[in-house]
């Protein structure tokens, strides 16, 4: 008789280990995904820094390129 009542203890300890955990891990992928686009974002701007102070003309390109490009990007996702 004991071997079965801890038996359904432990089940049941089991499932509610088991649901809790699956409630934390509710909206995981979406905080995954916005730092990634936050760490692209940074690289972003590190890249157009240092490319602003190589040189006027190289780093006038690159970075309005990449101002362009950034642009494009957000009008496609705001529409």
Known sequence: ??????GKATA???QLWDRASRSD????G???YVGIVV?????VS???VVASKWGGDVGDKLK???LKAIKR???ELIV
């Open 1 to 6: 008789m004991g071997y079965r009542l801890m």
């Open 12 to 14: 049941h300890a089991m």
């Open 25 to 28: 891990q509710r909206g995981q």
């Open 30 to 32: 979406t905080v995954e």
């Open 39 to 43: 760490m692209v974002a940074l690289l």
């Open 46 to 48: 590190a890249v157009g």
């Open 64 to 66: 309005d390129a990449m």
């Open 73 to 75: 990007l957000v009008a």
